[in-house]
């Protein structure tokens, strides 16, 4: 038994060493843009963003059909949810960005009313120091993009 610990290791650490090296970037995942509840107001986007690069930031978000994008956070206070401007966009390797009902959101103000559930909306994230990613977000009705409200 004590014999077999050594070998154990090795098949462990074995697959780490075999992976090419990734270019430097960041994934964006699971983009969603849910339409505004009342026409004219701002709806939101969420994602989880992923990076090999430590650490970045997620500098802004633009979209064609979007006029503007903020980036926002939702914080119990005093048993009331209330948002703010994100504070921290920083995020490493070990621990990926997620924007999620009732935390982090992009806020998509002056959003093209032609956009349906169903469509597709291009949204470009810019970072530093990584490359700008391109994606394309499914548009899902207002609140429907997991549980809890915005
Ligand atoms: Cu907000």
Not at 15 to 36: H, I, K, M, Q, W
Not at 110 to 116: H, Q, S
Request: include cysteine.
């Amino acid at each position: 038994m004590r014999k077999a610990l050594p070998i154990i290791a090795l098949l462990l650490l074995a697959p780490a060493c075999s992976r090419e090296p990734d270019p430097p970037g960041v994934t964006v995942e699971n983009a969603v843009a849910t339409l505004p509840a009342v026409p004219g107001r701002p709806g939101a986007a969420y994602f989880v963003l992923r990076t090999n690069v430590d650490p970045t930031r997620l500098t802004g978000i633009e979209s064609p059909r979007v006029g503007r994008v903020e980036l926002h956070e939702t914080m119990e206070h005093a048993g009331t949810a209330r948002m703010a401007p994100l504070a921290d966009a920083g995020f490493t390797p070990d621990a990926p960005l997620q924007f999620a009902p009732g935390g982090r959101h992009a806020m998509l103000f002056d959003m093209d009313p032609a956009l349906r559930v169903g469509d597709r909306l291009t949204l470009t994230f810019r970072f530093d120091p990584a490359p700008p990613v391109t994606v394309e977000a499914e548009v899902r009705g207002p609140g429907d993009a997991g549980h809890g409200a915005h």
